[in-house]
């Protein structure tokens, strides 16, 4: 045997070595050390599996910590952490924090420093916030219903048709006398995700989907005030239809 001439500390690394060889060779991870074993069986572990799953509980904690948020249960500057959340959601931290980096990179969530550590809150209603939000969102929707109104004759008179029926819906429930305000901002969401989707390439719908969602927020905070301006809102969105409908650009955005 080789480890004979080997230096005692070279002979006893040889032979261990040796020996887990024999050993995954013959009866595999069961038999080997603890460490041994853990090793071999992470090489051996499916590499899609995990990060599979991984994703999966990433797009759970994702979309429920963001309807905290949206609806009011994670109130503006309320502090976020980490591990009380993962409790909260039944799920691992790993997901929790890859969602929390998301919604801070969405807006949603910002980053105090506090000593040493940064600690994470959820972001403030301001004016000026609002102000932007709005902003950004008229430009990449002005600039999605002026491409739709270049679209062709039938093309415009399909997606008119859509518009007008939910801008139908949104008339009879600003003549009723308790309009539910939930319904409202569905069919107002719906008929500007309408606009949107209809002529916008991908990158002007993706950057829209990142902004569109954190409006809400503002929306369901002044809802009231919203709800009694809901005769405006119809009248504008007939001006658009009627826009598109004559291929005018310019007047549609």
Known sequence: CIWRFLPL????????????????????PACMSARTAVRTARKRRPGRALPGHLERSFDVAYRKLRELIVHGRLAPGTRVVEADIARRLEISRTPVRSALHRLQQEGYVVA????????????????????????IIGHIEGLAVRLLAQLDEQARARIAERLSAINAELSRLAGSVQPDPSRIFDLDMGFHQVLV???????????????????????????SAIVDQLGESVAEHTSIIESVRRGDPDAAE
């Open 9 to 28: 500390e070279s002979a006893i690394v040889y032979k261990k070595e040796k020996r887990e060889q024999r050993l995954r060779a013959s009866v595999g």
């Open 112 to 135: 105090y420093r506090s000593s040493r550590q940064a600690r994470l809150a959820v972001a403030p209603l301001t004016k000026e916030d609002s102000h932007e939000l709005y902003g």
């Open 197 to 223: 989707e209809s002529a916008a390439g991908p990158r002007l719908l993706a950057i829209h989907s990142a902004i569109k969602p954190q409006t809400e927020r503002y929306w369901r905070l002044y809802a």
